[in-house]
Nanobody, 115 residues
Framework: QVQLVESGGGLVQPGGSLRLSCAAS????????MRWYRQAAGKQRELVAT???????GYVDSVKGRFTISRDNAKNTVFLQMNSLRPEDTAVYYC?????????WGQGTQVTVSS
């Protein structure tokens, strides 16, 4: 059974940094498109960042220049480096993997930005 396990969330002050990790128990991880989503309380889930199998990345406008998505195919892991965090970044962050018609979600990790 495929599992995505996120880690690295927590409480951080505004302006601080966190690095999220998502370890995937899939074969052929390098072929998967990977994404990070987030969902704040009372809001819809939104796409934050994507990284394709070829390494090309994309970001929602609100995190451009602050967040960086990357992947380590040798470790079946995708990362989200989050800098200059703001209170509005507070949310549960979810890892997502897609390959063809197959898609999987992680259980989420809470990120809280507060002084």
């Amino acid at each position: 059974q495929v599992q995505l396990v996120e880690s690295g969330g927590g409480l951080v002050q505004p302006g601080g940094s966190l690095r999220l990790s998502c370890a995937a128990s899939v074969s052929s991880f390098s072929a998967y498109d990977m994404r990070w989503y987030r969902q704040a309380a009372g809001k819809q889930r939104e796409l934050v960042a994507t990284i394709a199998f070829d390494g090309s990345a994309g970001y929602v406008d609100s995190v451009k220049g602050r967040f960086t998505i990357s992947r380590d195919n040798a470790k079946n892991t995708v990362f989200l480096q989050m800098n200059s965090l703001r209170p509005e970044d507070t949310a549960v962050y979810y890892c997502y993997a897609r390959f063809g018609r197959y898609e999987y979600w992680g259980q989420g990790t809470q990120v809280t930005v507060s002084s």
